[in-house]
């Protein structure tokens, strides 16, 4: 195999692989990244059982192949190569790099080895990828990062025709968020389960554009979702089980709302974090001419307080109640707007978080977070 083209090129495809590749491989193999060059295209891979990244780019080919070399090695060689054409040799069981007076030589690994890639689907629909990214940020961060609860550490993605909704919780916040594409099929339904970590990934990696998505929604065994860009494909396995009914935590009607201006509030969030526990609740006092007392430690502990403005309605007493400051932040960093309502049905019952513009208007649609009060304590 011999193959030449322009270092830019070549570093950013790698670098763009080089993201699925694991931490700790199953196998060796896993921790190489493929190229395979013919016809003047030279096509990049990586693979870990779960999850799989490939992309192209044309190249001067005078030879075509396959090899399979060290994927953090090479992303590391291309992106300090001079800014010279870079020719790629398979030489004996060595590949060599070489960039004007720069020469590397790799070790190859058994290609034959290496695991096939699952197969794309065809394409189920298109959706923005910048409207993609936002929404899987937004669902994402209510996930559970703990791997011993596989379902809660994806996001349910229940398709409906022209709409698909992004569920995700790990049982103290649940986060909700509907987005609109395009299907192939306008009367597509299902749902599938994706790893939280694995389609964030992905949405961060496609970008610009339309994304096209296959997506699996029978529900059968070895199932992926697959999403391409401009000839970069990556495909997640699906995970398998009964997703739990979540939509019913969200109350059909709260007669109390708060409507805050976040920023302010999410910087006071942060100050609570330099006095208080990670787990300290924050204690939150809403009251009827237009304030919110924040207040958190106790006894001979540090502790914080501070005042802000707010828009109160619904309850002419004080009305106290107390969050998990990380994940309220959480709740307030994936709202974009100016203002955040917080709807209330009692203090000791979750909250629900949407964006809201103007702060005696309506909330806008499409976002809710819900978020489990905690007990505080004294």
């Not at 990244?53 to 396959?66: L, Q, S, W, Y």
């Not at 914080?304 to 002419?316: A, M, N, P, V």
């Amino acid at each position: 195999m011999i193959i030449r083209v322009n270092r830019d090129v070549l570093a950013d495809a790698v670098g763009w692989v080089a993201h699925t590749l694991p931490q700790r491989p199953a196998i060796p193999v896993l921790a190489g990244i493929m190229l395979k060059a013919a016809d003047d295209i030279v096509t990049l891979s990586a693979f870990d059982f779960e999850a799989s990244a490939r992309t192209r780019f044309e190249a001067e080919v005078d030879e075509p192949g396959a090899v399979l070399v060290s994927g953090r090695m090479l992303s590391s060689i291309a992106k300090s190569l001079p800014n010279k054409p870079v020719e790629l040799r398979l030489d004996g069981n060595k590949v060599s790099i070489d960039a004007g007076s720069s020469h590397f030589s790799l070790a190859t690994m058994p290609v034959d080895e290496y695991p096939d890639l699952p197969k794309i689907p065809e394409v189920t629909g298109t959706i923005d990828a910048a409207e993609l990214a936002v929404a899987v940020s937004q669902v994402a961060v209510a996930a559970s990062g703990d791997d011993t609860l596989p379902l809660l550490a994806t996001v349910q993605m229940v398709v409906n025709g022209p709409k698909i909704t992004m569920l995700a919780t790990d049982r103290y916040r649940l986060a909700m968020r509907e987005v609109d594409w395009t299907p192939v099929d306008g009367e597509v339904e299902g749902a599938a389960l994706v790893k939280a970590r694995v389609l964030q990934e992905m949405s961060k990696q496609l970008t610009g554009g339309s994304v096209d998505v296959s997506l699996d929604v029978s529900g059968g065994t070895g199932a992926l979702l697959a999403m391409a860009v401009s000839g970069q494909q990556m495909t997640s396995q699906l995970t398998q089980g009964d997703y739990p009914n979540v939509l019913g935590l969200f109350p059909a009607e709260t007669p109390i709302h708060a409507v805050v201006p976040r920023a302010p509030l999410l910087e006071a969030l942060r100050r609570v974090s330099l006095v208080v526990e990670h787990l300290a609740p924050v204690r939150m006092t809403f009251r009827s001419e237009g304030t919110l007392g924040l207040d958190a430690g106790r006894g001979d502990d540090a502790e914080f307080s501070e005042q802000l403005s707010c828009y109160f309605t619904g309850s002419d007493d004080e009305f106290l109640t107390a969050f998990n400051p990380g994940y309220l932040r959480d709740g307030l960093a994936a709202i974009d707007t100016e203002y955040v309502r917080m709807s209330f049905t009692h203090p000791n019952k979750p909250a629900v978080l949407t964006a809201q513009t103007e702060p005696e208007g309506a909330e806008v649609p499409g976002y809710k977070y819900l978020l489990m009060p905690v007990r505080y304590p004294g």
